[in-house]
């Protein structure tokens, strides 16, 4: 028996705050040879995790033994992004156990915010498909299904912003440099993938033609698991990361010294495919590396499965009964082509059978109608990483035309756009397509996008498999986006309503009638006064400056992209300037306008507009006239732990995007749930908080996806719209010309000229006007505080519908078929 088994045996993992300190004592003794007097905080922050995660293990083997006894059917999700952000108040809220901790930390000389702090993000994703994909493991294990998360573990998660002198400087997100006791390594778990090599045909005992794919090279992937526990009902899930190692251990006798060296480096060369995140949104980028970490993920994931299910079941054809997989978005389509490959190639099924099992195994989720983010991945490419998939495409397409021919009749160029391969001078494979054919679900994730793909870019797919196509609006979790992040509104809130809104988000329509509690109101305003404070706090000691806690708090925080339009609101943020300039005596209502958000290293125009939002702010906030009335700032490095301060101190949420290019959008469920009022357009998921908080309660502008249609269809000239609002007119003329940027004048013309001469795309110029109106309604709402509160209120109570509980009991219903696993006397029944 090994020490660490013997001394864990020791280790009591009581729920009281006196075992808890034991714990953590002996964690620092006995797991990291140190002790609590020459500990540092970062050995502390890992003791008290290490007792956090003793708490976790017996639920942790527990929910996996009963998966197992009762055979329940098993839900993958499988994501090349989890952006699950810092897990200790998670563990502790989930577990119940946050203020025994607190005084644990506390009697032993902690104060827990500042161990809570020392956690770095697991930043493993980009923005909202990551972070969605977080919010599911979160309610998948809250209402008891056997719901597992499989992604890489990058060594370097998304790269950290700096700002120097304005502009954006990546610098690489070193998350694992002291290593993470979240995760736990499972030598025992560990999958060759394969590469290269060839498809070799040859005919088996039966005489049918078979294929095999042999001279491959291999890397290993090696699983770490991350515990992920339901809201107090027992639950622990597993979040399985993939790392790569190197094929073998080297054999030292058979190196002399400079093949030793070489040997060595090939090792650094196989762990690369775990490396790093690819820092785009919504880019495809067909880099082969990328495609390599594609593969990796779906090959060990896909072994992990079928070892998995092959020791309780005997019949592969019965897969589907007990697994659904769900693919988040199509970086992990090529299971498709590798679930064939395997019931094909190594378990001899024929084709049909083969396809009738992974088409109701698997299902895919699309994020975005942006064409530029499809991927397409060069058939060259494949053909050389991976020629056995590659085979099994083109027989997957051949059949498919075949029933396109059969279902359309000889239309050629409907054939042309729905063929998995595209023709042309490089042919690639349209992953997108090759996920609608090869599975049996493909869902939107928001009402307005899901009717948008079925009438767009899949319409062809729509009209073929009507039945394929179905909306899952996306939701967040109230557990981390209300109950961890804003504790003094959940602890409102359950005072007057109790707390079953953890679970059942709905319930909070019980807030309703609060709206003419007058003392509910004062502590509901009180709160948000306060955390705007917190955040000012924060802001003070990050970066000395001071933002007005009185004025509007007006956040813009999320990825920067054109189409979601930063650019409007720092054109308002440069037009109230000049208007406060130009009438320094007219009353107006304060506001601080607050960004954050990366861009993608390649993508210039977005780091430009990084740039001149810090011009504009600096122009703004030194000069003198804007005090106590106009702020701007940008708050550099965006991540999850940013958001959970930023959102419970928003007065405004801007949800800004262009008509139509916005899927969903999640951050402004998250706002709404925290009593922010949205500003925003009819794009995304704003449609249906609109639908749910009400009209008067929300405030909507812009031309919508028909009027944007239309405007395009009509001959749109962005040079009318610039020559017909004169305050427009008046910031482009002074961005043109350097007003913000003197030192270099001519710094944003890529900006104007792509507003003017390219006839900006995006339409900013189109919903300028319409936008600076809407913020009028702002001002003037804001400054009836009575009724501005109760609009937040009506926000807070009336989103229930966003809970991403409620998004899962959906896929569980529609796609997974596990509708029978759902609360299964698991349920949470308040405290
Ligand atoms: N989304 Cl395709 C991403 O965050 N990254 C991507 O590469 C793609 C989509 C977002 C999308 O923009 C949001 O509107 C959604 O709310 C989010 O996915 C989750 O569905």
Same mark, same amino acid.
């Given at each position: 028996m090994s020490t660490t088994t013997?001394?864990?045996?020791?280790?009591?993992?009581?729920?009281?705050?006196?075992?808890?300190?034991?714990?953590?004592?002996?964690?620092?003794?006995?797991?990291?040879?140190?002790?609590?007097?020459?500990?540092?905080?970062?050995?502390?922050?890992?003791?008290?995790?290490?007792?956090?995660?003793?708490?976790?293990?017996?639920?942790?083997?527990?929910?996996?033994?009963?998966y197992r006894e009762k055979k329940t059917k098993k839900i993958y999700y499988i994501s090349m992004e989890f952006l699950i952000g810092r897990l200790l108040d998670n563990a502790l809220v989930?577990?119940?156990?946050?203020?025994?901790?607190?005084?644990?930390?506390?009697?032993?000389?902690?104060?827990?915010?500042?161990?809570?702090?020392?956690?770095?993000?697991?930043?493993?994703?980009?923005?909202?498909?990551?972070?969605?994909?977080?919010?599911?493991?979160?309610?998948?294990?809250?209402?008891?299904?056997?719901?597992?998360?499989?992604?890489?573990?990058?060594?370097?998660?998304?790269?950290?912003?700096?700002?120097?002198?304005?502009?954006?400087?990546?610098?690489?997100?070193?998350?694992?440099?002291?290593?993470?006791?979240?995760?736990?390594?499972?030598?025992?778990v560990m999958y060759p993938v394969r590469f290269y090599g060839r498809s070799v045909p040859y005919t088996d005992e039966d005489g049918h033609l078979r294929f095999k794919w042999e001279n491959t090279q291999h890397v290993y992937a090696l699983a770490n698991d991350i515990p992920m526990p339901g809201f107090r009902n027992g639950v622990v899930n597993n979040l399985r990361l993939w790392k790569a190692t190197s094929p073998k251990s080297l054999d030292l006798t058979s190196f002399n010294q400079g093949e030793y060296i070489n040997a060595v480096r090939d090792i650094e060369l196989h762990e690369n495919i775990s490396r790093v995140l690819y820092p785009n949104d919504k880019i495809f980028v067909g880099q082969e590396l990328r495609l390599k970490q594609e593969y990796f993920l779906v090959s060990s994931t896909l072994q992990d499965i079928l070892r998995e299910y092959?020791?309780?079941?005997?019949?592969?054809?019965?897969?589907?009964?007990?697994?659904?997989?769900q693919c988040n978005d199509t970086h992990p389509n090529l299971a498709v082509p590798d679930l064939m490959r395997i019931l094909m190639d190594e378990e001899g099924f024929d084709w049909e059978t083969s396809w009738d099992i992974t088409v109701k195994t698997l299902s895919y989720t699309n994020h975005t109608v942006l064409p530029e983010a499809l991927e397409k991945w060069p058939v060259s490419m494949l053909r050389n990483?991976?020629?056995?998939?590659?085979?099994?495409?083109?027989?997957?397409?051949?059949?498919?035309?075949?029933?396109?021919?059969?279902?359309?009749?000889?239309?050629?160029?409907?054939?042309?756009?729905?063929?998995?391969?595209?023709?042309?001078?490089?042919?690639?494979?349209?992953?997108?397509?090759?996920?609608?054919?090869?599975?049996?679900?493909?869902?939107?994730?928001?009402?307005?996008?899901?009717?948008?793909?079925?009438?767009?870019?899949?319409?062809?797919?729509?009209?073929?498999?009507?039945?394929?196509?179905?909306?899952?609006?996306?939701?967040?979790?109230?557990?981390?986006?209300?109950?961890?992040?804003?504790?003094?509104?959940?602890?409102?809130?359950?005072?007057?309503?109790?707390?079953?809104?953890?679970?059942?988000?709905?319930?909070?329509?019980?807030?309703?009638?609060?709206? *003419?509690?007058?003392?509910?109101?004062?502590?509901?305003?009180?709160?948000?006064?306060?955390?705007?404070?917190?955040?000012?706090?924060?802001?003070?000691?990050?970066?000395?400056?001071?933002?007005?806690?009185?004025?509007?708090?007006?956040?813009?925080?999320?990825?920067?992209?054109?189409?979601?339009?930063?650019?409007?609101?720092?054109?308002?943020?440069?037009?109230?300037?000049?208007?406060?300039?130009? *009438?320094?005596?007219?009353?107006?209502?304060?506001?601080?306008?607050?960004?954050?958000?990366?861009?993608?290293?390649?993508?210039?125009?977005?780091?430009?507009?990084?740039?001149?939002?810090?011009?504009?702010?600096?122009?703004?906030?030194?000069?003198?006239?804007?005090?106590?009335?106009?702020?701007?700032?940008?708050?550099?490095?965006?991540?999850?732990?940013?958001?959970?301060?930023?959102?419970?101190?928003?007065?405004?949420?801007?949800?800004?995007?262009?008509?139509?290019?916005?899927?969903?959008?999640?951050?402004?469920?998250?706002?709404?749930?925290?009593?922010?009022?949205?500003?925003?357009?009819?794009?995304?998921?704003?449609?249906?908080?609109?639908?749910?908080?009400?009209?008067?309660?929300i405030i909507i502008f812009g031309l919508t996806v028909e009027g944007v249609e239309e405007l395009r269809r009509s001959g749109y000239s962005s040079w009318e719209y610039y020559n017909a609002d004169k305050a427009l007119k008046q910031v482009i003329d002074q961005i043109r010309d350097g007003f913000f940027e003197p030192d270099h004048p001519s710094l944003f013309h890529t900006i104007t000229n792509s507003l003017l001469d390219g006839n900006d795309y995006f339409l900013v110029l189109a919903d300028y006007p319409a936008y600076a109106e809407a913020q009028k309604e702002v001002d003037a709402l804001y400054s009836k505080p009575d009724e501005w509160f109760k609009v937040a209120l009506y926000n807070t109570a009336r989103v229930g519908k966003f809970s991403s509980d409620r998004t899962i009991s959906d896929y569980a219903t529609d796609i997974w078929g596990c509708e029978d696993q759902l609360n299964k006397g698991r349920e949470y029944q308040g405290s």
């Amino acid at each position: 028996m090994s020490t660490t088994t013997s001394k864990k045996l020791n280790v009591k993992t009581g729920m009281d705050t006196e075992s808890i300190k034991a714990d953590i004592l002996s964690h620092l003794r006995y797991s990291l040879a140190t002790d609590i007097e020459t500990a540092n905080k970062k050995e502390f922050y890992k003791s008290v995790v290490l007792s956090v995660m003793d708490r976790l293990h017996d639920s942790w083997l527990n929910t996996q033994k009963e998966y197992r006894e009762k055979k329940t059917k098993k839900i993958y999700y499988i994501s090349m992004e989890f952006l699950i952000g810092r897990l200790l108040d998670n563990a502790l809220v989930n577990l119940n156990l946050e203020q025994e901790f607190r005084d644990a930390c506390k009697d032993l000389g902690y104060d827990y915010e500042e161990i809570r702090d020392i956690e770095n993000d697991a930043a493993l994703g980009n923005g909202g498909l990551g972070r969605l994909a977080a919010c599911f493991l979160d309610s998948m294990a809250t209402l008891g299904l056997a719901g597992f998360g499989y992604g890489i573990k990058y060594d370097y998660g998304i790269f950290k912003q700096k700002i120097h002198d304005g502009y954006q400087i990546e610098r690489p997100d070193d998350w694992l440099r002291f290593g993470t006791p979240w995760a736990t390594t499972r030598p025992s778990v560990m999958y060759p993938v394969r590469f290269y090599g060839r498809s070799v045909p040859y005919t088996d005992e039966d005489g049918h033609l078979r294929f095999k794919w042999e001279n491959t090279q291999h890397v290993y992937a090696l699983a770490n698991d991350i515990p992920m526990p339901g809201f107090r009902n027992g639950v622990v899930n597993n979040l399985r990361l993939w790392k790569a190692t190197s094929p073998k251990s080297l054999d030292l006798t058979s190196f002399n010294q400079g093949e030793y060296i070489n040997a060595v480096r090939d090792i650094e060369l196989h762990e690369n495919i775990s490396r790093v995140l690819y820092p785009n949104d919504k880019i495809f980028v067909g880099q082969e590396l990328r495609l390599k970490q594609e593969y990796f993920l779906v090959s060990s994931t896909l072994q992990d499965i079928l070892r998995e299910y092959k020791q309780q079941h005997d019949d592969l054809r019965d897969l589907p009964k007990y697994v659904a997989i769900q693919c988040n978005d199509t970086h992990p389509n090529l299971a498709v082509p590798d679930l064939m490959r395997i019931l094909m190639d190594e378990e001899g099924f024929d084709w049909e059978t083969s396809w009738d099992i992974t088409v109701k195994t698997l299902s895919y989720t699309n994020h975005t109608v942006l064409p530029e983010a499809l991927e397409k991945w060069p058939v060259s490419m494949l053909r050389n990483l991976l020629p056995r998939h590659l085979q099994i495409i083109y027989e997957i397409n051949k059949r498919f035309i075949n029933k396109v021919h059969e279902h359309f009749g000889d239309d050629v160029n409907r054939v042309r756009r729905m063929s998995i391969i595209s023709e042309g001078e490089q042919p690639s494979v349209q992953m997108a397509n090759l996920g609608i054919v090869g599975t049996h679900k493909v869902n939107g994730v928001a009402a307005l996008h899901t009717d948008l793909i079925k009438k767009t870019i899949f319409r062809d797919f729509f009209e073929m498999y009507p039945e394929r196509f179905t909306n899952k609006t996306n939701g967040i979790t109230p557990r981390r986006w209300l109950k961890q992040c804003n504790k003094p509104l959940a602890d409102l809130i359950t005072s007057e309503i109790g707390d079953s809104w953890i679970t059942h988000l709905s319930d909070l329509r019980k807030l309703d009638d609060k709206v *003419n509690d007058k003392k509910f109101m004062k502590k509901y305003s009180d709160i948000k006064q306060q955390n705007k404070e917190r955040l000012a706090a924060y802001v003070k000691e990050n970066y000395g400056f001071e933002l007005n806690t009185k004025a509007i708090f007006d956040i813009q925080i999320k990825r920067i992209h054109e189409y979601k339009r930063q650019l409007m609101l720092a054109i308002y943020a440069a037009a109230q300037y000049n208007y406060i300039k130009a *009438n320094p005596d007219a009353p107006v209502v304060p506001r601080t306008i607050i960004f954050a958000g990366k861009a993608a290293p390649g993508y210039a125009m977005a780091k430009m507009f990084i740039k001149l939002i810090n011009s504009i702010s600096d122009k703004i906030n030194n000069d003198p006239d804007m005090e106590g009335k106009l702020q701007c700032f940008f708050l550099d490095n965006y991540s999850v732990t940013l958001a959970e301060q930023l959102i419970p101190a928003a007065d405004v949420s801007e949800q800004i995007s262009t008509a139509g290019m916005e899927a969903s959008g999640t951050g402004n469920m998250k706002f709404a749930l925290n009593g922010a009022v949205t500003i925003g357009t009819l794009d995304g998921a704003n449609v249906e908080i609109k639908e749910e908080v009400g009209d008067e309660n929300i405030i909507i502008f812009g031309l919508t996806v028909e009027g944007v249609e239309e405007l395009r269809r009509s001959g749109y000239s962005s040079w009318e719209y610039y020559n017909a609002d004169k305050a427009l007119k008046q910031v482009i003329d002074q961005i043109r010309d350097g007003f913000f940027e003197p030192d270099h004048p001519s710094l944003f013309h890529t900006i104007t000229n792509s507003l003017l001469d390219g006839n900006d795309y995006f339409l900013v110029l189109a919903d300028y006007p319409a936008y600076a109106e809407a913020q009028k309604e702002v001002d003037a709402l804001y400054s009836k505080p009575d009724e501005w509160f109760k609009v937040a209120l009506y926000n807070t109570a009336r989103v229930g519908k966003f809970s991403s509980d409620r998004t899962i009991s959906d896929y569980a219903t529609d796609i997974w078929g596990c509708e029978d696993q759902l609360n299964k006397g698991r349920e949470y029944q308040g405290s």
